[in-house]
């Protein structure tokens, strides 16, 4: 099994800066894509971003614009299994718990096509 532990959330006020660490553990095999996704209160979860093992980084459309910006970003540490996701001028609006998202292989079934795994969410709260 693969465990992801999500980590940096807080309560903040508008205009500070986050950076949530996602640290995946286990039985793995191989890490592919990792990504962020979101939950605000009574509403879907949603994609923040994604980056593949290799660096390459996707937004949503939601957030594309304000990556282009600088307000949210993607990095991942391939040596310490860690994806990343800075997020700069937080406004109300990002308020959510914020879950991470890898796809890895595990070592009992590396034959195996890779599987989504989540983490249990880290809440931000971003007051006014």
């Known amino acids: 099994q693969v465990q992801l532990v999500e980590s940096g959330g807080g309560l903040v006020q508008a205009g500070g800066s986050l950076r949530l660490s996602c640290a995946a553990s286990g039985s793995i095999f191989s890490l592919n894509a990792m990504g962020w996704y979101r939950q605000a209160p009574g509403k879907q979860r949603e994609l923040v971003a994604t980056i593949t093992s290799r660096g390459r980084a996707d937004y949503a459309d939601s957030v594309n614009a304000d990556s282009v910006k600088g307000r949210f970003s993607i990095s991942r540490d391939n040596a310490k299994n860690t994806v990343y996701l800075q997020i700069n001028s937080l406004k109300p609006e990002d308020t959510a718990v914020y879950y991470c998202?890898?796809?890895?292989?595990?070592?009992?079934?590396?034959?195996?096509?890779?599987?989504?795994?989540w983490g249990q969410g880290t809440q931000v709260t971003v007051s006014s």
């Open positions: 998202n890898a796809w890895a292989v595990t070592s009992q079934d590396k034959l195996r096509p890779d599987k989504p795994y």
